[in-house]
């Protein structure tokens, strides 16, 4: 119904900057939150950003500041925009999106797309 593709990963070094996006295809009514998550190596799932259908944001202590969460203005695309990237960064990052589809609220995962922070 609803797929979501992720991409922008990559190797950075500390202090640099990628931009991940997170595409959403299918039968989408409208989105209704967005969100960002990321797993460390045998961590346990870590949420870091939001944004609302209002556009409200809201971050993690631990990247407010540096990265960004935004949206296509009429379009399905998410990004999070990060910089100052710090080896603690290193994480597969996931995209996670409220979605009306047809009709009902699903809840739709990214595929993950892996950063690493490294000198």
């Known amino acids: 119904q609803v797929q979501l593709v992720e991409s922008g990963g990559g190797l950075v070094q500390p202090g640099g900057s990628l931009r991940l996006s997170c595409a959403a295809s299918?039968?989408?009514?409208?989105?209704?939150?967005m969100h960002w998550y990321r797993q460390a190596p045998e961590k346990e799932s870590e949420w870091i950003a939001s944004?609302?259908?209002?556009?409200?944001?809201k971050y993690v202590d631990s990247v407010k500041g540096r990265f960004t969460i935004s949206r296509e203005t009429h379009g399905n695309t998410v990004y999070l925009q990060m910089n100052n990237l710090k080896p603690e960064d290193t994480a597969v990052y996931y995209c996670?999106?409220?979605?009306?589809?047809?009709?009902?609220?699903?809840?739709?995962w990214g595929q993950g797309t892996l950063v690493t922070v490294s000198s």
């Open positions: 299918g039968s989408i009514v409208s989105i209704n939150a």
């Open positions: 944004m609302s259908g209002g556009a409200n944001t």
């Open positions: 996670n999106l409220g979605v009306i589809t047809s009709n009902m609220l699903i809840d739709v």
